[in-house]
């Protein structure tokens, strides 16, 4: 407890014992037995340095070899992007389709699923952009109880008509639009 405060609670509660300060026994000498003060430094803010973690020279060399190797990968999609001859509104998803198998399915089916999608954009890709089938209309990925887009349904079949809203293929199944997407 400081000084000043004890006097203020002396003063508040005169029950209180009085502060005695000094030293007992040492004679007032050059200012020893006076209040003892104490000086506090103000509390400063100091500027948070950005936390960093600690990697060794080996995790440094495998996290720039995974930089370069996702640089790579998107300067593949690019180049691949640049050979199609589908619309400009597919070309994205059928460069990544076409470059990156997709997790949930098999390289088999992928395989057939890139074949299919480039015997499509050859015979009816114009037109389906013109019908103003999405990227995802045609090409989303079946996933988590999703059937995914026209291409995936087509199994090796060909669209043998295209409209608006559905799709025929040789075989006569009728594809709806958004079916997969439902």
Not at 38 to 61: I, N, S
Not at 120 to 135: C, H, I, P, V
Not at 145 to 164: K, M
Request: glycine share 8%; aromatic share 6%.
């Amino acid at each position: 407890m400081t000084p000043d405060l004890a006097r203020r609670l002396a003063r508040a509660y005169d029950s209180l014992p009085k502060l005695n300060t000094g030293v007992a026994g040492v004679a007032d000498v050059a200012g020893v037995a006076a209040v003892a003060r104490y000086a506090r430094k103000p509390q400063q803010l100091r500027p948070l340095r950005p936390l960093r973690a600690k990697t060794d020279k080996a995790e440094k060399r495998a996290s720039e070899g995974v930089a370069a190797a996702l640089d790579g990968v998107a300067d593949a999609i690019e180049e691949r992007k640049a050979l199609l001859s589908c619309p400009e509104i597919y070309r994205d998803a059928f460069a990544r389709l076409n470059h990156q198998k997709p997790f949930s399915v098999s390289a088999e089916e992928w395989n057939r699923v890139v074949n299919d999608a480039g015997l499509f954009f050859d015979a009816w890709g114009k037109e389906a952009a013109d019908l103003e089938w999405t990227a995802g209309d045609l090409l989303d990925v079946p996933r988590e109880g999703r059937a995914g887009g026209l291409i995936w349904h087509l199994c090796g079949e060909h669209v043998a008509a295209l409209g608006p809203d559905h799709a025929r293929l040789s075989d006569g199944r009728v594809i709806m639009r958004g079916e997969g997407n439902q």
